[in-house]
């Protein structure tokens, strides 16, 4: 079955700097999504991408958050420069379409904020 | 407003028996999806039911939906030790540019061998 390919499983980072996780959704999805999971809390939503464009966001997703899809298979989120509080479990997330379909979750980049 | 509660939050079985989780929500809704995760790794898609419909199997999963009580129960038949995880439901809303789900807590489910 396909799958949604999230590298790193693991990023250690120092408050302040930028980080980039990586995604590769499935190759005929249209939609991506990313959302977060912090220890022990409910997995929520970030921010969803449709036509090269996000289509909604979170309050969450503030300016230090950023998207892009650079090569029209990587799918890529940003944060400018880290806080201690943005250290969570991070999910890549593709779909088919925005509605009556299943969305396919990578297994998550695990990232720590020090 | 909550949406996209689970309960109970835990829960214990042994090996072969059934287990129900539910899940409550608050505003209308497409579609209620049910996800697994194993301890700190990620989410896997169990099975979709569309707000037209009352209820569906998959395999040793039946998940029920009652739209007039925005409520859904996921049954799972004969547990087994590798069905302990934490399930989620998770809704998306109707309207326009409702990309985003919306998950419960979970519930966290061990069945013992």
């Known amino acids: 079955e396909p799958e949604v390919t999230q590298t790193p499983s693991h990023q250690v980072t120092q408050m302040g700097q930028e980080v980039i996780l990586r995604c590769v959704p499935i190759?005929?999805?249209?939609?991506f999504y990313w959302y977060r999971q912090i220890l022990g809390q409910k997995v929520e939503f970030l921010v969803s991408f449709y036509n090269n464009e996000i289509s909604e966001k979170s309050e969450i997703f503030d300016d230090q958050f950023s998207v892009e899809r650079p090569d029209g298979s990587n799918f890529t989120l940003k944060i400018r420069s880290t806080k201690l509080e943005d250290s969570a479990m991070y999910f890549c997330?593709?779909?088919?379409?925005?509605?009556?379909?299943?969305?396919?979750f990578g297994s998550g980049t695990r990232l720590t904020v020090v | 407003s909550q949406q996209g509660e689970e309960d109970p939050q835990a829960l214990s079985i042994q090996e072969g028996e059934n287990a129900t989780m539910n899940c409550s929500y608050k505003t209308s809704i497409n579609n209620l999806q049910w996800y697994r995760q194993n301890s700190g790794r990620g989410l896997v898609h169990l099975i979709l039911i569309r707000s037209n419909e009352r209820e569906k199997h998959s395999g040793r999963l039946r998940v029920t939906l009652d739209t007039s009580k925005k409520s859904s129960s996921l049954l799972i038949t004969a547990s087994r030790a590798a069905d302990t995880a934490s399930y989620f439901c998770a809704t998306d809303a109707p309207g326009a540019g409702s990309y985003q789900l919306t998950f419960g807590k979970g519930t966290k489910l061990s069945v013992i061998p």
């Open positions: 997330a593709s779909s088919e379409g925005n509605s009556f379909m299943r969305c396919t």
């Open positions: 190759s005929n999805h249209l939609y």
